[in-house]
């Protein structure tokens, strides 16, 4: 069971069927094609199908809402989890530009490293980020540290770009 990580701006809960319809609109925006990973759009039943799939097991994925009225904003996940080597990969995004640059997607990573480094116990989190991305200053500011270029790895908002690989170990975090 996914708990709930509360915090003032945000609060992460698990998505039901009942997101479906935002989990699509989050995964068939054209603008976050451009930042995130996922390179082509989806459908309501692939987006149902996935949610099913999800067991917590290697992929532990929330939904950002806002506390005030419980919408949703967003989604954010640790994935690749690896209980041997104990790290796992963070991904988030915010749909509506609205939403971005007050301070919800910090509060999110924030609630996400406390419950990977405490609840999960993993000694490394780590992500990947298109190089100009100016979410690379948000996670430098929370301790991740540059540790590589993937040259030209992404085509992205019409031109290729480098991938950068973050990484935060467990006694960088600043808690
Ligand atoms: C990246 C993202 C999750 C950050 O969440 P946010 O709520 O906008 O960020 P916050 O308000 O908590 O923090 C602001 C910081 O986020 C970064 N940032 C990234 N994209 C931003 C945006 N569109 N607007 C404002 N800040 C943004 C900046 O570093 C900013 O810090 P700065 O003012 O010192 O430069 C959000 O902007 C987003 O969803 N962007 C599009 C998808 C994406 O790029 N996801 C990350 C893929 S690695």
Avoid: C
């Avoid at 996400?112 to 780590?126: S, Y």
């Amino acid at each position: 069971m996914l708990p709930v990580l509360r915090g003032q701006r945000v609060v992460l809960r698990a998505p039901t069927q009942d997101d479906v319809p935002f989990l699509l609109a989050f995964a068939n925006d054209p603008d976050l094609r451009g930042w995130l990973r996922f390179a082509f759009p989806t459908t309501e039943e692939m987006e149902s199908r996935w949610l099913r799939g999800l067991d917590g097991e290697r992929e532990r994925v929330w939904l950002m809402t806002d506390p005030a009225d419980g919408r949703a904003m967003g989604t954010l996940g640790l994935s690749e989890w690896d209980r041997v080597a104990r790290h796992a990969e963070l991904g988030l995004g915010i749909l509506s530009p609205a939403d971005r640059g007050r301070g919800v997607g910090e509060e999110a990573v924030r609630l996400a490293l406390r419950h990977a480094f405490v609840d999960l116990n993993l000694q490394r989190v780590w992500l990947h980020v298109v190089e100009d991305n100016p979410a690379r200053r948000l996670y430098a500011r929370l301790g991740f540290r540059e540790e590589g270029r993937l040259r030209r790895h992404y085509h992205k908002r019409g031109a290729w770009r480098d991938g950068i690989i973050m990484g935060l170990l467990r006694e960088e975090w600043r808690g």
